[in-house]
């Protein structure tokens, strides 16, 4: 069965530190990876997408295939970075719903 | 602002009662998804429309739900005789393909309480 897997309910770092969060996936198909991130009283958006292989606010994430993982990573933490964050998955042959993981919430203290 | 909208923001409602929710897509997407997000989790995917096409629904989507988008704009969900374990977010979202990128744009979703 299709899953998303964030093993972190919260991810606590100081402004500054590295943040990696953690995002696993099962499917045998052809998925297609995102990171959405819900900032407080906001709506869901989508911060980036593995096929697009770029850098959105800092944050860069790169699907490993071997490991089924899609980690989202920003080398130094800012304040308002802390948010909720989910990574979704998609197969891209046979549907277009998204299947998210039950997120990371991500807190960066100053 | 020119973006997915969702009416009401929230509702209450007594358990057996009946409830709509609206969703306006952004203009011109031809896709438009239902999610519903409990305490806790990731947004769950309910049913998705093509058009006025409805080509997917979940097992989540048990016979009190229906949805509908006439004429392939708005969207309605509506939720029959509710049940305190109806009670979530509902998000919706729409898309457009262009080229082989589709980006799913959401609602601020709806609040549904049942008590």
């Known amino acids: 069965a299709q899953r998303v897997t964030q093993p972190e309910k919260l991810l606590s770092v100081f402004k500054g530190a590295p943040v990696e969060l953690k995002c696993n996936y099962s499917y045998s198909g052809s998925p297609e990876l995102f990171w959405y991130v819900q900032y407080s009283r906001q709506r869901l958006q989508l911060l980036l997408r593995?096929?697009s292989r770029e850098s959105i606010k800092g944050f860069t994430a790169d699907l490993n295939k071997g490991e089924t993982s899609f980690h989202l990573k920003k080398p130094f933490a800012q304040e308002e970075d802390s948010a909720m964050y989910y990574c979704a998955l998609r197969d891209r042959d046979s549907s277009y719903k998204l299947i998210f993981g039950s997120g990371t919430r991500l807190l960066v203290r100053p | 602002d020119t973006g997915v909208s969702q009416d009401p923001r929230h509702k209450i409602t007594k358990r057996g009662q009946n409830v709509t929710f609206r969703c306006d897509p952004i203009?011109?997407?031809?896709?438009l998804y239902w999610y519903r997000q409990t305490l806790g989790q990731g947004p769950e995917f309910l049913t998705y429309?093509?058009?006025?096409?409805?080509?997917?629904k979940s097992r989540l989507l048990s016979d009190r739900f229906s949805a509908e988008r006439p004429k392939g704009s708005f969207s309605t969900l509506e939720i029959q005789r509710t049940e305190q374990g109806d009670s979530a977010m509902y998000l919706c979202?729409?898309?457009?393909?262009?080229?082989?990128?589709?980006?799913?744009?959401f609602g601020p979703g709806t609040r549904l309480l049942v008590l």
């Open positions: 203009s011109e997407h031809n896709r």
């Open positions: 593995h096929i």
């Open positions: 429309f093509q058009n006025e096409a409805q080509l997917e």
């Open positions: 979202a729409s898309s457009k393909r262009t080229g082989v990128v589709e980006t799913q744009y």
